[in-house]
């Protein structure tokens, strides 16, 4: 990201949305690189964009005691110290008795400039997490605390959801449609072409309200 900044990328890809984007990357030949579409989103209505900052957690198995459980989270809970403005919190777990993310923690991460979580694993606290605004796609829902039933693992390290391997500093998308992450190293190319397509689209869009054919609409612009 030499030419623009973390900022002015994700200030630019807020105006686009997860159509647009995967449209970008097939059309560039790259892997339109989509999350399982089981990671549904706390508000419908919201989306956000920004940089990958990755998580990956473990079911302690066993379970230890709330003493031992307590210093095998730390290092969790200092991880959050690292985010980030414009981060996505990705968040990779395996297990599903315990709730992974919660209020609590989603306000350090709020705190710090990150603007939504991708959680594969369960969400807890809904009703603190909706409170204070903050966007997850998440799994499922589970009120159990984690603490002596899982542990973090690794962090800043590539983590895979479904086919789709996340790597930190990729850009992630996320609207009702989808979470698409594109590569770091492609960001730029697509971003390029996705506000191309969005322009392109606006025309194609006056031309069906107008009662112009979508072929027609395809022959004239070169999208649909």
């Known amino acids: 990201m030499t030419e623009l900044s973390t900022?002015?990328?994700?200030?630019?890809?807020?105006?686009?949305?997860?159509?647009a984007v995967t449209?970008?990357?097939?059309?560039?030949?790259?892997?339109?690189?989509?999350?399982?579409?089981?990671?549904?989103?706390?508000?419908?209505?919201?989306?956000?964009?920004?940089?990958?900052?990755t998580v990956e957690?473990?079911?302690?198995?066993?379970?230890?005691?709330?003493?031992?459980?307590?210093?095998?989270?730390?290092?969790?809970?200092?991880a959050f110290?690292?985010?980030?403005?414009?981060?996505?919190?990705?968040?990779?777990n395996t297990g599903n008795l315990v709730g992974h993310f919660g209020e609590l923690t989603g306000n350090s991460a709020m705190q710090r400039g990150c603007v939504g979580v991708v959680l594969d694993g369960n969400l807890r606290d809904?009703?603190?997490?909706?409170?204070?605004?903050?966007q997850v796609f998440y799994r499922d829902v589970n009120p159990l605390t984690a603490i002596g039933r899982w542990e973090m693992i690794a962090h800043q390290e590539p983590v895979t959801i479904g086919a789709v391997t996340v790597h930190p500093g990729d850009l992630v998308i996320a609207d009702f449609d989808g979470i698409a992450v594109v590569p770091k190293a492609d960001i730029l190319a697509v971003l390029?072409?996705?506000?191309?397509?969005?322009?392109?689209?606006?025309?194609?869009?006056?031309?069906?309200?107008?009662?112009?054919?979508p072929l027609q609409g395809l022959n004239e612009?070169?999208?649909?």
Do not use: N
Request: glycine share 8%; charged share 30%; aromatic share 8%.
């Open 7 to 19: 900022a002015e990328i994700c200030d630019r890809f807020r105006g686009m949305y997860v159509p």
């Open 23 to 53: 449209d970008a990357m097939y059309e560039l030949g790259m892997r339109e690189q989509v999350l399982p579409s089981a990671l549904r989103p706390l508000f419908p209505e919201r989306s956000f964009v920004g940089i990958a900052f």
């Open 57 to 78: 957690g473990a079911q302690i198995d066993p379970p230890v005691s709330w003493e031992e459980g307590t210093v095998r989270i730390a290092s969790y809970l200092e």
């Open 81 to 92: 110290e690292e985010i980030t403005p414009d981060s996505v919190l990705v968040s990779k």
């Open 126 to 134: 809904t009703a603190g997490v909706r409170e204070i605004g903050l």
């Open 192 to 213: 390029s072409r996705t506000e191309e397509i969005v322009e392109i689209e606006k025309k194609v869009r006056a031309d069906m309200r107008r009662g112009i054919s």
């Open 221 to 224: 612009h070169g999208h649909i």
